[in-house]
């Protein structure tokens, strides 16, 4: 009789710790957020969910052929790499600066006035400037401090204003500015010369394969392997 409750204790034990070690792992994940445009969005799960999307699961094949949320390409990163989803504040159209399509008033969907709504992430990765490029948005000039609202118009101070904030925002997150190809050479330039200004590391998107100017499902995995192959160094 003793001996079959040592053997039953012993089980549990054992139990108890596997149990526990899941936890502990669930735990040390690290969590991911996403500051983006259409290239990061999907159907459901994009946070506030009134935020516009490009990526749906009945999607129009003129424009995409991704109609599943494990294409996405943050969606393998976060699976591939063992992260967890902290946030993804994505809308489609949005341009850092807050000047959009036609010289619309973006203010509302503009990086800068998102950036405090991701949450609390051991990872933040921001990916955008596409719509600035796409909607010739005013360039402006580098400005590092001080900024006023006529400045936060045009790209490059809009930029500076939002990785300033950042880096002060969300200390001890690692950051990574992810640069889509393609885009005016000013514009690459431009969040080269920023990044390495505030010390936020980047990676430069290459040959990605894009319907409609988006990533489709063989863009998206080589975004999610470009990413990941930074982010592991």
């Not at 070690?21 to 994940?29: D, K, P, Y």
């Not at 489709?216 to 160094?233: C, D, P, R, T, Y």
Request: with cysteine.
């Amino acid at each position: 009789m003793k001996g079959k409750f040592i053997r039953r204790f012993g089980a549990v034990a054992v139990a108890v710790v596997i149990a526990a070690g899941s936890i502990v792992t669930a735990q040390s994940r690290k969590s991911v957020s996403i500051l983006g445009d259409s290239y990061s969005t999907f159907e459901n799960f994009i946070e506030p969910n009134t935020n516009e999307m490009w990526y749906f699961v009945k999607a129009d094949p003129k424009r995409t052929d991704v109609t599943d949320v494990k294409q996405t390409w943050w969606h393998q990163l976060i699976k591939d790499g063992g992260y967890k989803l902290e946030q993804n504040n994505s809308y489609s159209g949005s341009t850092v600066c807050t000047t959009g399509y036609r010289g619309e008033d973006y203010t509302e969907r503009a990086f800068i006035n998102r950036m405090d709504n991701l949450g609390s992430p051991d990872v933040l990765l921001i990916f955008g400037a596409t719509n600035d490029s796409w909607a010739n948005a005013p360039i402006g000039e580098f400005v590092w401090s001080d900024w006023t609202t006529e400045q936060l118009k045009s790209f490059r101070p809009a930029l500076t204003y939002m990785l300033s904030h950042i880096v002060d925002r969300y200390p001890n997150t690692e950051l990574l500015y992810i640069i889509n190809d393609g885009l005016k050479p000013e514009i690459t330039t431009s969040i080269v010369e920023a990044c390495d200004r505030y010390g936020v590391p980047y990676v430069q998107l290459q040959d990605i394969d894009k319907t409609a100017g988006h990533p489709n499902i063989h863009g998206m995995k080589q975004i999610a392997e470009q990413v990941s192959a930074v982010l592991k160094k």
